[in-house]
């Protein structure tokens, strides 16, 4: 499988995702300003995706202001912050910037070894919680083989490469237990209609689309035997951040008593923040719920409410799997805090 960002020779190459599933390019973004554009675009996106970007953009800023071997490390740590800034809720951007500046002292050369770094383990992490996540489904859900619900895109265009919460439902389709995944289409820019369905065809996993709001009615009519997403950002308490919609289906996961999983790399892990009350939740022009595609679906002048995330509390999350293992969020992340 082909990594969904590369580094060549100073240009951060990443598979925009704007353009699919019509069509399948690279972007080749030479500096921080594209490389940020890019990231709020969403053209780069997914937590642990817009993380690696961060920090590979990081190490093009450390090159770019680095002559006769001093670096000017005051300009790198100001495009730093603002490279951090440029999406406020997947932690993974914020922690993987920080992470590089950590190793600043080193020069351009060590930034970017600390940038590939992030880069390969993103990928290895990722597999390793898919496959703990894997084990868990199989545990919890006695029907198989498996109808599995996910929400947005947390495969390998959200990651490095292999994915989070798809990561899982590709491990548990190659051993076999995939009936059908169903998927929110993710409004208001189609994570799930552009991205997910483009992941599972290629994947060869049997898969429908549902409009989001029907996601609760497929767990109440009992369609659904797991649900499993991704996070943008897990508090202490185990709150998590995830695209806006995933509190819905948790709500109704719980009452239609579905297992609900999260898989994400404990890079998402934010244990600094108490609760989700804390977690700044990042909203998006009105112009993206108004209209799409350049047509409007609203009258002019409409406003619009449009967060990019909602928070879905501990209390309904059956677990939290990341590369380590499993974590019941009260229990294990509210040890990691202390
Ligand atoms: O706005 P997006 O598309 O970046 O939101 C992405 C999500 O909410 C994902 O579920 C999350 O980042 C996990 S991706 C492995």
Redesign the pocket.
């Known amino acids: 499988m082909t990594r969904s960002i590369a580094w060549q020779d100073g240009v951060i190459e990443a598979v925009d995702?704007c353009a699919l599933p019509h069509e399948f390019r690279l972007l080749r973004l030479r500096t921080v300003d594209e490389v940020i554009d890019a990231i709020q675009r969403?053209a780069i996106?997914?937590?642990?995706?817009?993380g690696v970007a961060g920090a590979l953009a990081v190490a093009q800023s450390a090159r770019a202001h680095t002559r006769d071997a001093v670096c000017d490390e005051l300009a790198v740590r100001a495009e730093a912050q603002r490279i951090a800034d440029a999406?406020p809720?997947?932690v993974?951007l914020s922690w993987a910037v920080r992470r590089v500046l950590g190793v600043l002292g080193g020069g351009p050369d060590a930034v970017l070894a600390e940038a590939l770094q992030i880069l390969v383990e993103d990928e290895e992490r990722?597999r390793s919680a898919a496959g703990h996540a894997a084990d868990l489904v199989l545990r919890l859900c006695g029907r198989k083989p498996l109808r599995l619900l996910t929400?947005?895109?947390?495969?390998r265009l959200?990651?490095v490469a292999w994915?989070?919460?798809?990561?899982a439902i590709r491990v548990l389709a190659e051993a076999g237990q995939v009936d059908e995944v169903l998927f929110g289409e993710?409004r208001p820019?189609l994570?799930g209609a552009r991205?997910t369905a483009w992941e599972l065809a290629e994947a060869g996993i049997p898969h429908r689309m549902l409009v989001d709001s029907a996601g609760p009615a497929a767990l109440a009519a009992g369609m659904v035997d797991c649900v499993l997403?991704?996070?943008?950002r897990v508090c202490a308490n185990g709150d998590v951040?995830?695209?806006?919609g995933?509190y819905s289906l948790a709500l109704a996961a719980s009452r239609a008593r579905v297992p609900f999983v999260v898989?994400?790399?404990e890079s998402?892990l934010d244990t600094s923040l108490a609760s989700g009350a804390d977690i700044v939740i990042?909203e998006r022009a009105a112009s993206e719920v108004t209209g799409y595609g350049g047509l409007a679906v609203a009258p002019a002048g409409t406003g619009a409410f449009n967060p990019?995330?909602d928070v879905t509390p501990a209390e309904l999350v059956t677990a939290v799997v990341t590369e380590s293992g499993l974590f019941h969020p009260q229990e294990t992340l509210g040890e990691l805090a202390s």
């Open positions: 995702q969403l996106r997914g937590a642990p995706a817009i999406r809720t997947a993974n990722n929400h947005c895109n947390t495969g959200a990651t994915g989070t919460a798809l990561g993710t820019l994570q991205l997403v991704g996070a943008d951040a995830n695209k806006i995933t898989v994400a790399p998402t990042e990019a995330f």
